[in-house]
C-alpha cells in the first residue's frame, strides 16, 4: 500500500498540479558565525503548481510551472528588475518536469508526461524548444546527470519506485536501488550520487552511490525528511515544515537548525536548490493555510460550488466539535452546498476574526442566510495543500 502511494503522489498530485506552491530564492549569507536567508523572491508567482527548481547557471532558475491547465518548463532571470517568465517548453499533449541543464550543453532535459499517460526523459533545445526522447524504455520520475552520457534516475516501475544508472552512449538502464524516494543529488567534491532509501517504513536513510562500481553506503538517517540539498562545503540540508536542518556528515553527530522561516507563506518546504557557489538557495513552498480558508470563503459568498470545492481535498471531512463526524468526501459536500447556494439568495459571510497557527486556520464568521444571522466558528486542517478537515463550532 505505501509503495502504492508513492505512485500516486508522483502521477497524480505533481502531474496535476493540485497542490498551490511557489519557488522562492534567497540569498544565502554568512555573517558572525550564522546563516540568514536574505532578499526573499517569489520568482514564479502563480496560481498552482511551481516546483523542481534548478539552477541552469549563476542568474537563471529553471522550474515546473503550470500554465494554461498544464505543466511547462519556465525560466526566471533574476538579473531582471522586473518580474517574469520565459517559457522553453510549449508540449500541447502534455507537461514537463524535474528540469535539469544537459552536462556540456545548453539544452535542457526533463521529464514529459503526455495526455495519453507515456512518460518519458527528453532533452529540450534551448532556442527551438523542440524535444528529443534520451531514454525510450524506461519511466524516468526524478533523474540528476553524472555527466553527458550518465543519468541516475529514480524510476516508476510497477508500484514502486527504484533507482536505475541509465548509460545514454550503450543505451542500458541498471538498476542498483528499490524502493527510495524522490531527491537525488551529486554529493559536492566527490564522484558520489546521493538518493533516499525507504526500505525502512519508520525512519528513511540517505545513501550514497558510486555510478561506476554501483557501491552504495550509508550516510545518515533523515528520519521522513524527503528533500534534501548540498552546500558546496559537503554541508546536507534538510527540510522540516517551515525550517531547514543542516548536517555535515563529516564532523557533526546531529542535525542543528539552519534557518527558521517568520514569513507565513513559507511552509512545508519540499525541493531545494543551490547554486554553484553556495550564495543562493531556491525552495519550494506551499501557499499560507489563510489563502486556502480564504479561498473557500470567497466562494462560498459568490455562492459558486466549483470556487468553494477547489481548496478541499476529496476525502475532506466535516465535524461538529470537537470530535462528531458530520460527513466525508467532496462529493457529499458538494450535494449538501449546492441547492444551498442555489436557494439561499441572502447568503454571505463575514470575517470577524482570523487565527492562523502552523496547519490550523479558525474563523470566526457571522452568517446571514434567509433573513437570519448567527455566528460560526470554522477550524481547518490544512494538509499536503488542500482543507483536509473542516471542525464547526
Given at each position: 500500500?505505501?509503495?502504492?502511494?508513492?505512485?500516486?503522489?508522483?502521477?497524480?498530485?505533481?502531474?496535476?498540479?493540485?497542490?498551490?506552491?511557489?519557488?522562492?530564492?534567497?540569498?544565502?549569507?554568512?555573517?558572525?558565525?550564522?546563516?540568514?536567508?536574505?532578499?526573499?523572491?517569489?520568482?514564479?508567482?502563480?496560481?498552482?503548481?511551481?516546483?523542481?527548481?534548478?539552477?541552469?547557471?549563476?542568474?537563471?532558475?529553471?522550474?515546473?510551472?503550470?500554465?494554461?491547465?498544464?505543466?511547462?518548463?519556465?525560466?526566471?532571470?533574476?538579473?531582471?528588475?522586473?518580474?517574469?517568465?520565459?517559457?522553453?517548453?510549449?508540449?500541447?499533449?502534455?507537461?514537463?518536469?524535474?528540469?535539469?541543464?544537459?552536462?556540456?550543453?545548453?539544452?535542457?532535459?526533463?521529464?514529459?508526461?503526455?495526455?495519453?499517460?507515456?512518460?518519458?526523459?527528453?532533452?529540450?533545445?534551448?532556442?527551438?524548444?523542440?524535444?528529443?526522447?534520451?531514454?525510450?524504455?524506461?519511466?524516468?520520475?526524478?533523474?540528476?546527470?553524472?555527466?553527458?552520457?550518465?543519468?541516475?534516475?529514480?524510476?516508476?516501475?510497477?508500484?514502486?519506485?527504484?533507482?536505475?544508472?541509465?548509460?545514454?552512449?550503450?543505451?542500458?538502464?541498471?538498476?542498483?536501488?528499490?524502493?527510495?524516494?524522490?531527491?537525488?543529488?551529486?554529493?559536492?567534491?566527490?564522484?558520489?550520487?546521493?538518493?533516499?532509501?525507504?526500505?525502512?517504513?519508520?525512519?528513511?536513510?540517505?545513501?550514497?552511490?558510486?555510478?561506476?562500481?554501483?557501491?552504495?553506503k550509508t550516510i545518515t538517517s533523515v528520519g521522513t525528511s524527503e528533500d534534501v540539498a548540498w552546500l558546496p562545503n559537503g554541508?546536507?540540508?534538510?527540510?522540516?515544515?517551515?525550517?531547514?536542518?543542516?548536517?555535515?556528515?563529516?564532523?557533526?553527530?546531529?542535525?542543528?537548525?539552519?534557518?527558521?522561516?517568520?514569513?507565513?507563506?513559507?511552509?512545508?518546504?519540499?525541493?531545494?536548490?543551490?547554486?554553484?557557489?553556495?550564495?543562493?538557495?531556491?525552495?519550494?513552498?506551499?501557499?499560507?493555510?489563510?489563502?486556502?480558508?480564504?479561498?473557500?470563503?470567497?466562494?462560498?459568498n459568490q455562492r459558486d460550488i466549483d470556487a468553494f470545492l477547489k481548496p478541499y481535498a476529496k476525502d475532506v471531512k466535516v465535524?461538529?466539535?470537537?470530535?462528531?463526524?458530520?460527513?466525508?468526501?467532496?462529493?457529499?459536500?458538494?450535494?449538501?452546498?449546492?441547492?444551498?447556494?442555489?436557494?439561499?439568495?441572502?447568503?454571505?459571510?463575514?470575517?470577524?476574526?482570523?487565527?492562523?497557527?502552523?496547519?490550523?486556520?479558525?474563523?470566526?464568521?457571522?452568517?446571514?442566510?434567509?433573513?437570519?444571522?448567527?455566528?460560526?466558528?470554522?477550524?481547518?486542517?490544512?494538509?499536503?495543500?488542500?482543507?483536509?478537515?473542516?471542525?464547526?463550532?
Amino acid at each position: 500500500m505505501k509503495k502504492l502511494l508513492i505512485l500516486i503522489l508522483f502521477t497524480t498530485l505533481v502531474f496535476n498540479a493540485q497542490v498551490n506552491t511557489e519557488v522562492y530564492v534567497f540569498d544565502i549569507v554568512e555573517t558572525a558565525h550564522k546563516t540568514t536567508l536574505q532578499n526573499e523572491k517569489n520568482i514564479s508567482n502563480n496560481l498552482g503548481y511551481d516546483s523542481q527548481p534548478y539552477f541552469y547557471d549563476a542568474t537563471t532558475v529553471i522550474f515546473s510551472s503550470a500554465r494554461n491547465g498544464k505543466t511547462d518548463i519556465a525560466l526566471y532571470d533574476l538579473k531582471m528588475n522586473r518580474p517574469g517568465l520565459n517559457y522553453i517548453s510549449e508540449t500541447k499533449n502534455g507537461g514537463e518536469y524535474s528540469p535539469k541543464r544537459i552536462p556540456n550543453s545548453n539544452d535542457i532535459s526533463a521529464v514529459r508526461l503526455d495526455n495519453d499517460g507515456l512518460q518519458r526523459f527528453y532533452s529540450y533545445n534551448f532556442k527551438t524548444k523542440e524535444s528529443t526522447a534520451l531514454i525510450a524504455n524506461l519511466k524516468v520520475a526524478y533523474p540528476t546527470w553524472v555527466d553527458k552520457n550518465t543519468v541516475i534516475a529514480v524510476a516508476i516501475v510497477q508500484d514502486s519506485l527504484e533507482l536505475f544508472i541509465s548509460d545514454l552512449k550503450k543505451k542500458t538502464n541498471t538498476s542498483v536501488a528499490k524502493m527510495v524516494g524522490r531527491s537525488v543529488h551529486k554529493i559536492p567534491n566527490s564522484n558520489l550520487v546521493s538518493f533516499i532509501s525507504k526500505e525502512n517504513e519508520k525512519y528513511w536513510l540517505l545513501k550514497s552511490l558510486h555510478p561506476v562500481t554501483k557501491e552504495i553506503k550509508t550516510i545518515t538517517s533523515v528520519g521522513t525528511s524527503e528533500d534534501v540539498a548540498w552546500l558546496p562545503n559537503g554541508t546536507l540540508l534538510l527540510s522540516r515544515g517551515n525550517k531547514i536542518d543542516q548536517f555535515n556528515p563529516q564532523k557533526d553527530k546531529k542535525p542543528s537548525l539552519f534557518y527558521s522561516f517568520s514569513d507565513g507563506n513559507i511552509n512545508n518546504i519540499s525541493r531545494m536548490a543551490i547554486d554553484k557557489t553556495g550564495t543562493k538557495i531556491a525552495l519550494v513552498a506551499e501557499i499560507s493555510p489563510k489563502y486556502l480558508a480564504q479561498e473557500q470563503l470567497e466562494g462560498y459568498n459568490q455562492r459558486d460550488i466549483d470556487a468553494f470545492l477547489k481548496p478541499y481535498a476529496k476525502d475532506v471531512k466535516v465535524y461538529n466539535f470537537p470530535n462528531e463526524l458530520r460527513y466525508e468526501g467532496l462529493e457529499t459536500m458538494r450535494k449538501r452546498y449546492e441547492g444551498f447556494f442555489k436557494n439561499t439568495q441572502d447568503l454571505h459571510c463575514e470575517l470577524t476574526n482570523r487565527i492562523v497557527f502552523k496547519n490550523t486556520v479558525i474563523d470566526h464568521e457571522l452568517v446571514t442566510a434567509n433573513g437570519r444571522q448567527f455566528k460560526a466558528v470554522a477550524i481547518y486542517k490544512i494538509k499536503n495543500g488542500k482543507i483536509s478537515s473542516v471542525t464547526f463550532m
